[in-house]
């Protein structure tokens, strides 16, 4: 197979500089020219770009997807709403590996193009789902399923990451990474509110039959962000590799056997237990997370006797302010890694989790007000996957019938409203502050672990794997709440939750000393605060 190189660049030579322009470096240093160093990172900065593209494309929907569906296919029950939820991450957990492979043998371009295109046109197809004159609600899922198999470019954005930077410039640049990726998920609901104003009519343009609602303008400004994404690419972005040391790598891929120190590479092997137990973490990571998102709507629904429009504005307001609170631990633990290293910031993080959920847990006396007026088809006998999923929204997110109040309050057919105590708002807003902070930490220091553990050799592959976890995760994880929550309700969900929590501590500690950098593991460099 081919290998593609790096373009030999002109210009007089300096030390490596640092992303603060400083050189850290000796004379007797591998020496990077000013030209190279400054289209490294703005290649990099290309990539932060794409990744907070891509998060904006996947948030800027998500609130609008069930009412969208009741729009377009009329009949829609709750339980078909499951699917198209899961439909994205099952589509990312499918192409990241994909895409991770590819990346490693051929130019990057290539995936983050395709994956891009596939993304601007499943956009356009939700656009369109209320074209056909039947099965509309199977299109959804697809574009869905393409929207997220799209996104399976995270794992090119990182993979190109963690092998154009240094082992010293690594930390900051997979925490600018996530910051990013951050900002697009906060901003997209925030586009999705201003779209709003256009309603739910909108205006139709007949030439090629697109309505632009309150529901396709959205993606529909998701897919103008793609082809802006693509243009930058092509315009901007070049490929560049070098090793833990800083050192320019003229091959940009996994064939690289003419270069003696990448041969050396493939002869010291990874350290299979430290990738196996990083996708572990990262899994259970992503998964808590995921049922925090989960649950956060219908558990203030059911404490606080809150209608759905009050659930979803003041969730959203929280949720705003936990993603603010995010992007500066990004950049906190920027500073704070250089002092103490990747895995105590991953412990601590994974503490703070802990005392979240655990403050979280049903504490007090007093129960929550009982919503007595009947709700129709609710049944919660099933436990297959859509029927787990579709008892939990037909409880807790059935929209109001224009004749009629809607209930709040703890459905009577949730049987642990009879006996589960409230969770008083300090609590819930305690665990939400704590929680998204410990996410953020956890997250970014999974992701400079993997990459430090895996080397400088190309991550694709492993990038893939690890970015597939994080999808399952997705999946799994409104498949868990929905199931305890609606059956046991709040305090076995987060009392599972913390045993999940003290058990991957127990694992970061079994395997502390192996989550080291490929480098420091074989003697190359010596190992400062990890």
């Not at 499943?122 to 996104?151: D, I, T």
């Not at 929280?318 to 633990?333: D, H, R, T």
Request: hydrophobic share 45%; glycine share 8%; with cysteine.
């Amino acid at each position: 197979m081919a290998v593609a190189h790096v373009d030999p660049v002109e210009g007089l030579e300096a030390p490596l500089l640092t992303p603060n322009g400083e050189t850290d470096r000796s004379p007797n240093d591998i020496m990077e020219t000013l030209q190279h160093y400054n289209s490294r990172w703005r290649s990099i900065r290309i990539m932060y770009l794409t990744m907070f593209f891509s998060s904006v494309g996947f948030s800027i929907v998500i609130m609008s997807i069930w009412p969208y569906l009741q729009q377009v296919y009329k009949t829609a029950d709750a339980s078909f709403l499951g699917w198209i939820i899961a439909a994205y991450s099952i589509g990312q957990m499918i192409a990241s590996p994909f895409f991770g492979v590819w990346s490693n043998y051929r130019p990057r371009r290539e995936p983050l193009v395709v994956s891009t295109s596939i993304s601007v046109a499943a956009n356009c197809l939700y656009a369109y789902v209320h074209l056909p004159a039947s099965h509309n609600k199977y299109y959804m899922v697809v574009a869905r399923a393409l929207v997220g198999f799209g996104a399976g470019n995270f794992t090119v954005v990182r993979s190109y990451v963690a092998g154009a930077t240094s082992l010293t410039e690594r930390t900051g640049a997979m925490a600018n990474t996530s910051a990013c990726q951050a900002v697009g998920f906060i901003l997209g609901p925030v586009f999705q509110t201003l779209f709003t104003l256009i309603g739910e009519k909108g205006v139709t343009w007949k030439i090629i039959k697109l309505q632009v609602n309150m529901y396709t303008a959205p993606v529909l400004f998701g897919a103008l962000l793609g082809i802006i994404n693509i243009v930058l690419i092509f315009a901007v972005f070049r490929e560049h590799r070098v090793d833990d040391s800083g050192r320019p790598y003229r091959s940009i891929n996994f064939e690289a056997e003419e270069n003696d120190e990448a041969g050396e590479d493939n002869q010291e092997s990874i350290d299979l237990v430290a990738v196996v137990s990083a996708n572990i973490l990262f899994f259970v990571i992503l998964f808590i997370f995921a049922v925090f998102e989960t649950i956060a709507t219908p558990l203030t629904m059911d404490m606080y006797s809150w209608t759905r429009k009050q659930a979803v504005f003041i969730n959203g307001l929280i949720l705003g302010a936990i993603g603010i609170e995010s992007v500066f631990a990004f950049l906190g633990v920027k500073i704070l890694s250089k002092k103490t290293g990747e895995r105590a910031i991953l412990y601590g993080g994974l503490v703070i989790i802990l005392i979240g959920f655990f403050i979280l847990l049903p504490w007090g006396k007093k129960l929550p007000n009982i919503q007595w007026e009947e709700i129709k088809n609710n049944s919660i006998t099933t436990t297959a996957f859509t029927g787990n999923l579709a008892s939990f929204w037909r409880v807790q997110m059935q929209l109001p019938s224009n004749n009629s109040t809607e209930a709040t309050g703890c459905p009577m057919v949730q049987s642990w409203c009879l006996h589960t105590p409230v969770i008083s708002l300090g609590q819930y807003i305690t665990a939400d502050i704590l929680i998204g902070l410990g996410y953020p930490v956890c997250n970014v220091m999974s992701y400079t672990l993997y990459s430090k553990i895996l080397g400088p050799r190309p991550q694709g592959i492993y990038m893939g794997w690890l970015t597939a976890c994080g999808s399952g995760a997705r999946i799994l994880g409104p498949v868990f709440v929905s199931q305890l929550y609606t059956h046991l309700g709040p305090r076995w969900a987060f009392s599972l939750i913390c045993g999940i929590v003290v058990l991957s501590l127990l694992l970061l500690e079994v395997v502390y000393k192996r989550l080291v950098a490929f480098s420091v593991r074989y003697g190359r460099l010596q190992e400062q605060s990890c």
